[in-house]
């Protein structure tokens, strides 16, 4: 070996080369909500294995049986446990406390947050300041124990549950500290037709991903649409 060979640089990862997600079981905490059932449904219909929770579980599995394609209705506890990853959809009044109670259900899980945490005033919508720093982050300090990344964020749960539209035509930007994890949730996001997941930064980005629904939500009312993003050059 001569010592150019040595010092050789490893060949840098195709990041499109993603991993082979679809026997891993998705839980949807918030699942009875429209963005967790939209997200449950495309997910479900794309052949992942989905189970959608509820603190009720049996408005979960109403909630299961009316999504069909064999998904699966539980407690948020009994969702968290059998599940691989976890998709945090609760409203953001109930996140802290929702994520607090099932901190031990969640450890050793891949988690993702896909919470919003937005303000309503006649002008319209607006971010809300986290302590912080985001809804990802505080669910981060909050579960010590779970690999958090974030993603989801700027789906629209119209198009979600639309049941007449096949492809979902958007970019779902990503966040994480481990690669290995926010492959995998890229790869998710990729199971369900018409969506790249794209890799956006860690999560101290988060706050700029989870406001800028804000912005989406005036350019739909204004122009009557489902908005979403696509990333170019990439």
């Not at 989801?152 to 994480?176: N, R």
């Not at 995998?184 to 860690?202: D, E, K, N, S, W």
Request: charge should be negative; aromatic fraction near 4%.
């Amino acid at each position: 070996m001569t010592s150019s060979d040595s010092t050789q640089k490893p060949q840098a990862k195709d990041p499109w080369d993603l991993p082979d997600v679809s026997g891993l079981v998705v839980g949807v905490l918030g699942g009875t909500g429209d963005q967790g059932r939209g997200l449950a449904y495309r997910l479900a219909r794309a052949g992942q294995k989905v189970i959608i929770g509820s603190r009720a579980a049996d408005r979960a599995r109403t909630a299961a049986d009316e999504l069909g394609h064999g998904v699966e209705g539980a407690d948020n506890a009994e969702c968290a446990r059998r599940s691989d990853i976890v998709i945090i959809a609760v409203p953001w009044e109930g996140h802290a406390k929702t994520l607090e109670a099932l901190r031990e259900d969640l450890a050793g899980k891949l988690v993702v947050d896909c919470v919003n945490p937005l303000g309503f005033d006649k002008q319209g919508a607006y971010a809300l300041q986290v302590e912080e720093g985001s809804a990802a982050q505080q669910a981060a300090a909050l579960l010590p124990d779970s690999r958090v990344t974030a993603a989801f964020h700027h789906l629209s749960a119209v198009l979600l549950q639309d049941e007449s539209i096949d492809e979902i035509d958007t970019d779902v930007m990503v966040l994480g500290e481990s690669r290995a994890d926010t492959d995998i949730v890229q790869a998710l996001a990729a199971r369900i037709p018409g969506m790249r997941g794209i890799f956006a930064g860690r999560l101290r980005n988060a706050h700029q991903v989870e406001a800028l629904v804000a912005n989406l939500i005036s350019t739909n009312r204004r122009y009557k649409a489902h908005a979403g993003l696509r990333t170019t050059d990439v």
